[in-house]
């Protein structure tokens, strides 16, 4: 699929999963392309037909400039008690509704903005959808202070990670700590993986999201939008 019809699918899929969004919610909203159509239908949406949110939490600095751009204010996700729906975009989207996420490195916040929002929602074209996670490096996000370690630990572990890199200096990611890519594909065991980084000291978290999305959007070549559950 090339990137032209993607972006069309992407669009499709987020201009359908905006129509969830309703006057009054407390909404949280991801991050990447595909969130970026999803936002600007919410400020058309705001324009014209007046679309009032009682709070909006962003995963990023790039969509709360969006938002903010289209008028809406954002608040911190400190001050909202629990979120009624966040959408948000996804790297790879298994059978069992587990997906990697944090491909655009936003990883961190996009995983604490879905433990505290009631549902969350997926947008995605169906290159993105697969049976068993994998074909997409998992994202994790590491603190400075022990990178190094870790990173020879992930190699140590056969997890072949890399750095992400920005041209030619390692990304800093919003809470400036370091992104490693593991190349594990498939992941052979998501539970087990997830556990052993949410165990590793030094991990400040990581892409596999396990048990957090409930629905998704997604927008297929044939023209169908399909909304899994
Ligand atoms: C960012 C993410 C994005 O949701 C994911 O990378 C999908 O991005 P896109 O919609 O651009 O394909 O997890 O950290």
């Known amino acids: 699929m090339d990137k032209e019809e993607q972006d069309k699918l992407k669009k499709q899929a987020a201009v359908r999963a905006a129509g969830l969004v309703k006057s009054g919610m407390k909404l949280g909203v991801g991050t990447g392309s595909t969130v970026a159509f999803l936002i600007d239908e919410l400020g058309r949406r705001r324009k014209e037909e007046g679309l009032k949110l009682k709070a909006v ?6 969509s709360k400039k969006q938002m903010e751009e289209w008028g809406f204010k954002v608040d911190e996700l400190s001050s909202v008690t629990q979120l009624d729906l966040t959408i948000d975009g996804a790297d790879r989207l298994a059978a069992n509704f587990d997906g990697i996420k944090g491909g655009g490195g936003a ?3 996009e995983k604490n903005v879905a433990v505290n ?7 995605v074209d169906e290159s993105k959808v697969v049976d068993r996670l994998g074909g997409f490096p998992l994202p994790v996000e590491v603190l ?3 990178c190094e370690q870790n990173f020879q630990r992930f190699k140590n ?9 920005s041209g030619k200096e390692r990304l800093v990611t919003h809470y400036g700590n370091y992104i490693v890519d593991l190349n594990v594909d498939p992941v052979p065991v998501p539970e087990g993986l997830a556990a052993y980084l949410d165990h590793t000291v030094g991990v400040v978290e990581h892409g596999l999201f396990l048990d957090m999305c409930e629905e998704a959007i997604i927008a297929h070549s044939d023209g169908t939008i399909e909304d899994r559950q």
Request: no cysteine; charged share 10%; hydrophobic share 45%.
């Open 107 to 109: 990883l961190t916040m």
């Open 57 to 62: 939490v962003t995963t990023s600095s790039r």
């Open 117 to 123: 929002s009631q549902k969350v929602v997926w947008i």
């Open 157 to 165: 572990a056969g997890l072949n990670p890399q750095w992400r890199m």
């Open 144 to 146: 400075p202070i022990s």
